[in-house]
Nanobody
């Protein structure tokens, strides 16, 4: 599956963004989806993941209470809603597809190109 992430941009602290991850191919519902982020000089960090049918979600500790992951299998798209953004949320955000919803980036087979989120304080 090929993934295209979008929706990043420059936002003020306290603001919100919704990131989208559009997939190509016929088997989107066969994949769990995840969001990760990487800030300059830092390791890739787990943000959120959602199961194939969307019935299970897991949110990373650093964004818990501020992030929601969802998916629309008919539209072949996964979403990451981020609220109350903080400067430390500044990073490139990547979506990924894998067989199981996982917090581990190694559990994903396909990755999107990333979308930059910059939060100004």
């Amino acid at each position: 599956v090929q993934l295209q992430a979008s929706g990043g941009g420059l936002v003020q602290a306290g603001g919100s963004l919704m990131l989208s991850c559009a997939a190509s191919g016929r088997t989107f519902s066969s994949y769990a989806m995840g969001w990760f982020r990487q800030a300059p000089g830092k390791e890739r960090e787990f943000v959120a993941t959602i199961s194939k049918l969307g019935d299970n979600t897991y949110i990373g500790d650093s964004v818990k209470g501020r992030a929601t992951i969802s998916r629309d299998n008919a539209k072949k798209t996964a979403y990451l809603q981020m609220n109350n953004l903080k400067s430390e949320d500044t990073a490139v955000y990547y979506c990924a597809a894998g067989r199981l919803a996982s917090r581990w980036y190694g559990g994903y087979d396909s990755w999107g190109q990333g979308t930059q989120v910059t939060v100004s304080s």
